[in-house]
Every structure is written in structure tokens, then in C-alpha cells.
């Protein structure tokens, strides 16, 4: 454990301090800078949704709701005459997407398989429809001249901190009692697990990270609007959950960086990548349903020989 720890943590430092070199080098421009951005976020969005469909076993459409939460509320905060820090408000936006993660989540769980699918998709369209028709938050066309708040350093710290504490959480006794959920809902009840509660905190801790990320998106392209958190957002998302394995926090991060480098070689033919995710969802289904890690992780301590402790 101890191995693993310092092996994961030296890999994380290094990575950091690699990147920001070529940053300061000049060999990473502002677009590739762009692009590691959104590879952050949609790895923020890809482990949090993970936790609810790959964990917990449920079928959730709505994180682009959650996420539109945590946008317009850094977006509001950090535009008024007094305006909130930034790190504030990206804290506030992952707390109101949490509540409303709640307050979705308490009836609808109680659904399962396609029917819980079709009410998390509804709740993400209510909320996007919603915002839309509030002329305060712009109406549908958006909130603009959003004050950056978040560097590279502030995304990169987020983006860690998501990941470990999803895996932590994961690795927990209350992880295990959510994979107890996936496997056998009915055995894990019988056992004396609480599943509607479970359920529920899964869900609300995914909204948390989706509201985070939402937030920090806000705060870095300093432009937001209704239609950038509609239905095709979330099936984004899924896309790259399903990719990379239904309950592998490696497999989403992997897919997350594919992926989005994928969509930035073909950001001229938007119409040419729903086809494409399209194919690759089929291709998926036929052949490795359980994507490319399954449940598996990535073990760094593994891959790279470190003397002192055997079997980490």
C-alpha cells in the first residue's frame, strides 16, 4: 500500500512538472492547452458519472444537468458587483448540483434499468429548459464575460483530487457496499444493506464532481449557454464511461484522453463524430461489452519496479 502510494504520487508530481515545463518552454500553445483542459474536465466527468452507472450499477443520462448546475453558479457568483472567489464558488456549484442530486435522486432511484435511464434524462432537459427561460441567466443565449479564475495548476490540483477521492471512496466500505448493489440488488438487501440510501449518496457525490466540473468550465472559457449542457452532453459523457469499462476509474481516464483528442481532430466535421461515437458504442457492444479495462484498474506500483515492499 505504502509502494503504491508514493509510486502514484511521484507519477502525478512528475506528469505535473513535465507539463508545465512545456508550458514554459512554449512547446505546448494555447490550443494543446485548451485541449488538456478539456481532457481534465471530461476526465472530472467521466470517473463521477462512473461511480453512479459503473459502480452502483445504475443507468443515470443526467450529468449534463448537474454540471449546467455548477456553470451558471460560478458563472452568477463571479459576475456580481461583489463577486465571490472563484475556488468559493466552484464549491458552491458542486453543493447546489449535490442538493438537487438529492432531491432527483431520492424518488427516482427507486426506478431501475431504462426507466431510471429516461428519468435522469428528463431531469437534465427540465433543467436545461429551465435555464433557458430565465432571462437573468441570459436566456438561451448565455451568460458571457465570465471572469477566468482557473489556471493550469488549478485544473490539474481538481482533476487529482476528483480522481482520488472517487477511488477512495471507491475502495471504502461504502464502495463496497455499491458494488454489492451492482452485482445482486436484492442479495445486497437481503444482507442488510441499505440500497435506496447508497444509491442515493452515489448519486449525489457524482453530481458533487459533475458541479465541480461544470464550475471550473465556467470559469476557464468565460462563456456558457444552455444548449452546451443538452441531451447529446451526457451521452458524451456515457460514451466515454462505456469506452473505457463500466467500473474502471483507469479505463475512464484512458477513454477521456482519446476521446477528447479524437473530437479535437475532428471539431471541423461535428457531424462526422456522433457517427463515429455512434459506431464505436456498436462496436463495443459487439465485441468488448465491458470496454477496454472492464472492471480492472491500472496498477503504476506494477508497472514500475520500486525496491522495499513485495506484494503492494
Known amino acids: 500500500m505504502k509502494k503504491r502510494l508514493v509510486v502514484h504520487s511521484v507519477f502525478v508530481i512528475v506528469l505535473y512538472l513535465i507539463i508545465t515545463l512545456l508550458m514554459k518552454i512554449g512547446m505546448i500553445d494555447d490550443y494543446i492547452k485548451l485541449n488538456l483542459f478539456l481532457i481534465m474536465l471530461n476526465i472530472i466527468l467521466a470517473v463521477s458519472l462512473n461511480l453512479i452507472n459503473g459502480i452502483t450499477g445504475q443507468f443515470s443520462l443526467g450529468h449534463a444537468g448537474f454540471m449546467a448546475i455548477g ?11 461583489k463577486p465571490v472567489p472563484f475556488y468559493l464558488t466552484v ?7 449535490m442538493i438537487c442530486g438529492f432531491i432527483i435522486g431520492l424518488p427516482v432511484l427507486r426506478l431501475r434499468g431504462d426507466y431510471l435511464a429516461i428519468a435522469t434524462l428528463g431531469f437534465g432537459e427540465i433543467i436545461r429548459v429551465i435555464i433557458q427561460n430565465i432571462d437573468y ?14 489556471d493550469w495548476t488549478g485544473y490539474f490540483v481538481i482533476t487529482v483530487l476528483s480522481v482520488v477521492v472517487i477511488l477512495n471512496i471507491i475502495n ?5 457496499a455499491m458494488i454489492a448493489i451492482r452485482e445482486d440488488e436484492i442479495a445486497a438487501e437481503a444482507m442488510g444493506i441499505n440500497t435506496t440510501l447508497y444509491k442515493v ?3 449525489m457525490i457524482g453530481a458533487f464532481f459533475a458541479g465541480v466540473a461544470g464550475s471550473i468550465y465556467s470559469g476557464s472559457f468565460g462563456f456558457i449557454q ?7 452532453k451526457s451521452i458524451d ?13 483507469s479505463g475512464s481516464i484512458i477513454s477521456a484522453i482519446v476521446l477528447t483528442i479524437l473530437s479535437a481532430l475532428l471539431q471541423d466535421y461535428p457531424a462526422v463524430r456522433m ?3 455512434s459506431l464505436i458504442l456498436i462496436i463495443i457492444m459487439l465485441f468488448r461489452p465491458q470496454g477496454l479495462m472492464g472492471t480492472k484498474e491500472i496498477r503504476l506500483s506494477k508497472l514500475i519496479p520500486i525496491g522495499g515492499e513485495k506484494n503492494a
Open 71 to 81: 456553470a451558471y453558479t460560478t458563472a452568477v457568483l463571479t459576475t456580481l458587483e
Open 237 to 249: 459523457i456515457l460514451v466515454i464511461v462505456v469506452l473505457g469499462g463500466l467500473g474502471s476509474i
Open 275 to 277: 457517427v463515429l461515437y
Open 91 to 97: 464549491l458552491i456549484g458542486g453543493l447546489f448540483a
Open 172 to 176: 471504502s466500505s461504502f464502495g463496497r
Open 201 to 203: 449518496m452515489a448519486f
Open 137 to 150: 441567466l441570459g436566456g438561451a443565449s448565455g451568460i458571457s464575460d465570465i471572469p477566468q479564475g482557473i
Open 226 to 232: 444552455p444548449d452546451m449542457f443538452n441531451f447529446f
